[in-house]
C-alpha cells in the first residue's frame, strides 16, 4: 500500500478525489492525498475530508506518514474502505508554509555561499520561522548584510524547479545536503530536489512556490546564541508586493 503523494508533484494542488483504502479507529489511509503531513520543520497541513456529495465531512486534526502511506486522522468517525473522498486543505495556511519554506531555502542558501555554514535545525510556525546555523559570528552588521542579500534575492524572481534524482546521482551534487547531520532515510532511492535556479540546490521534501518573488520579503526579528559554534535565526515575512 502506498499514497500518491500529490503535493509533492505540484503544491498549489489545494483539493482531490481519493479512495479511502485503510482505516484504524479514526485515522484513514486515502490512495492519494494534497495533505502534506508535516516534516523538515514544516507544519502538517489542515482542512477537511468529505464524502456522500459532501452530506458527511470531517476535519483532518492530525497526519502522519508511516512507510509510504500518508495516515489523516479525522475528528468524526471515518468512511468504510472503498468509499469516494474528497481532501480539501486551508490553501491560506499552505500557502503561507509554502512561502516560509522558500524563504528558508533562500536563508540557507546565502549563509552557505557567504560564509560556507551548515544548518543544524529549523521550524516553521503560522507566522515566524527559525533555523539554526553552525556559525560563531553573527553580529548586526552580519544580520543587517544578510537580510539585505536575501530580500534581494527574493526580489530578483528567482524560478523554482522540483525533481527527483536517483540517488547515486543526487549525491555526486556537492553540498545537496547542507544539514549538519544527514537527515534522509539510508534505504531511500530517489531523491526530491528542490533548486532555486541560480541561487541554492538541496534535497527535500516539503512545498514551496514557484518563484522568489511569491515570498514578498523578510524580517530578522532576533538572534540567539545556541552553543559557541551554533547561532538562530528568527525571521518574519513581509507581504508580495502587489503588481
Known amino acids: 500500500m502506498k499514497t500518491k503523494l500529490l503535493?509533492?508533484?505540484?503544491?498549489?494542488t489545494y483539493e482531490c478525489t481519493a479512495t479511502v483504502?485503510?482505516?484504524?479507529?479514526?485515522?484513514?489511509?486515502?490512495?492519494?492525498?494534497?495533505?502534506y503531513p508535516g516534516g523538515g520543520g514544516q507544519m502538517a497541513d489542515r482542512g477537511m475530508i468529505s464524502w456522500e456529495n459532501n452530506h458527511e465531512q470531517a476535519s483532518v486534526i492530525a497526519l502522519s506518514k508511516r512507510q509510504?502511506?500518508?495516515?489523516?486522522?479525522?475528528?468524526?468517525?471515518?468512511?468504510?474502505?472503498?468509499?469516494?473522498?474528497?481532501?480539501?486543505?486551508?490553501?491560506?495556511f499552505r500557502y503561507q508554509m509554502m512561502r516560509t519554506h522558500t524563504a528558508l531555502h533562500i536563508l540557507c542558501g546565502i549563509l552557505w555561499h557567504e560564509?560556507?555554514?551548515?544548518v543544524t535545525g529549523g521550524q516553521m510556525y503560522p507566522d515566524r520561522a527559525r533555523m539554526d546555523f553552525s556559525m560563531e559570528n553573527l553580529d548586526k552588521e552580519r544580520i543587517n548584510h544578510i537580510e539585505k542579500l536575501v530580500n534581494e534575492a527574493i526580489e530578483a524572481d528567482y524560478p523554482l524547479r522540483v525533481y527527483t534524482l536517483p540517488r547515486e546521482k543526487a549525491f555526486a551534487i556537492?553540498?545537496?545536503v547542507r544539514t549538519k547531520i544527514n537527515l534522509l532515510p539510508p534505504d531511500i532511492e530517489e531523491v526530491r530536489i528542490v533548486e532555486i535556479v541560480g541561487l541554492d540546490l538541496q534535497a527535500d521534501g516539503g512545498t514551496h512556490v514557484n518563484?522568489?518573488?511569491?515570498?514578498?520579503g523578510i524580517m530578522i526579528m532576533k538572534t540567539e546564541n545556541k552553543?559557541?559554534?551554533?547561532k538562530r535565526v528568527e525571521l518574519v515575512l513581509t507581504?508580495?508586493?502587489?503588481v
Open 115 to 118: 560564509y560556507g555554514v551548515q
Open 21 to 35: 483504502v485503510a482505516v484504524d479507529g479514526n485515522d484513514i489511509a486515502l490512495d492519494a492525498t494534497v495533505f
Open 7 to 12: 503535493y509533492h508533484t505540484n503544491s498549489f
Open 227 to 230: 552553543g559557541r559554534i551554533n
Open 174 to 176: 556537492p553540498d545537496l
Open 68 to 92: 509510504d502511506v500518508v495516515w489523516h486522522t479525522l475528528d468524526y468517525p471515518p468512511p468504510p474502505v472503498g468509499t469516494a473522498v474528497v481532501g480539501t486543505i486551508d490553501w491560506n
Open 211 to 216: 518563484h522568489t518573488r511569491e515570498v514578498g
Open 239 to 242: 507581504p508580495p508586493r502587489t
